[in-house]
């Protein structure tokens, strides 16, 4: 098929691209490389013995639209554009709603206007707000920050769309915590100053980039009273969206799948999984709780499991080896200063 990937520079578009290659898809990326690097494209090309086709270009500028659409027709897109820092949509809510949800209402529409009807989007547990795991696709939806109300409100643009048009098919995948790298070390996740999530965190920790992790609360109702979240290995998620467009092939409507283990781990079980895999300790103080964050998030991932035969199936331990050395040969990420 012929794959039109927005955002596909990006940490998970990356590992998305690189498996769409390898199972014999053309894909077109448009990235705006706000905050992805060519880099990252140049290093799937490499490990493909492929090249993705790359337009430098923002989705919400009518001309990149036209571009891609008018040279590539693709069959399907894959949406991963979109800003995603939560404490940052909350100082800038109207770049949010742009940059997101009006960017996504112009490309359904160029997808309608040029007769492309599979698409698959990155939206987030972040939609189940603070309900009670395990959530199943039916849980009570909401969200508590701007960034989780972009990606609430375009499932529902999306829902209202495919009511409209019989062959529209679309996808929304509800990601759980994605980490991890490509096990050759040569993608993965490549956050711009200082990462606001955790793994990330603790991987500059165990650098030597960043001098102690803070642990958000130890007084949630949880196992050891820290967090606990569903960790996802990026090559899974990155396996659940080619899963998802193979489903969609033959059946249009609006779907919905999460993509999670079904299992949770603390803040604490994450720094030890990672000490392990660094093999010293990680430096961290416990500080107050994180505002706005949940005590425990993680998926009931039965319906991917059943409907797209999709299932996570790396550890917590290879989700932690894969980005310790995915960090240790690539200490600045992309950048090569
Ligand atoms: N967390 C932490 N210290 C950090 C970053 C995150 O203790 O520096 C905790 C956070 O409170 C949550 C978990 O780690 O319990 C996952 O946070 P992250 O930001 O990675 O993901 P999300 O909040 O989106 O689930």
Known sequence: ????????AGYIGSHTVLLL???????????DLSNASAESLRRVAELAGREPGFIEGNIADPAVLERAFGEFSPEAVIHFAGWKAVGESTQLPLVYYRENVAATVALAQAMADHGCHLLVFSSSATV???GTPPFTEDAPTGAT?????????????LADAAAADPQLAVGVLRYFNPIGAHPSG????????????LVPFVAQVASGRLAQLAVFGDDYDTEDGTGVRDYVHVMDLAAGHLAALDYLVDHPGWNVWN?????????LQVVHAYEQACGHPIA?????????????????????????????T??????????????SANPNGYRTD
């Open 1 to 8: 098929m012929r794959v039109l990937v927005t955002g596909g």
């Open 21 to 31: 290659l390898e199972s014999g898809h053309d894909v077109l990326v448009v990235d």
């Open 128 to 130: 189940y707000g603070d």
């Open 145 to 157: 920050n701007p960034y989780g109300r972009t990606k609430w409100m375009i499932e529902q643009i």
């Open 186 to 197: 040569r993608i993965g996740e490549d956050p711009r100053g200082i990462p606001n999530n």
């Open 259 to 267: 993509l999670g283990t079904g299992h949770g781990a603390s803040v």
């Open 284 to 312: 961290y103080a416990v500080k107050p709780r994180r505002p706005g964050d949940v005590a425990a998030s993680f998926a009931d991932p039965a319906k991917a499991n059943r409907e797209l035969g999709w299932q996570a």
């Open 314 to 327: 790396r550890t917590l331990d290879e989700m932690c080896a894969d980005t310790y050395r995915w960090q």
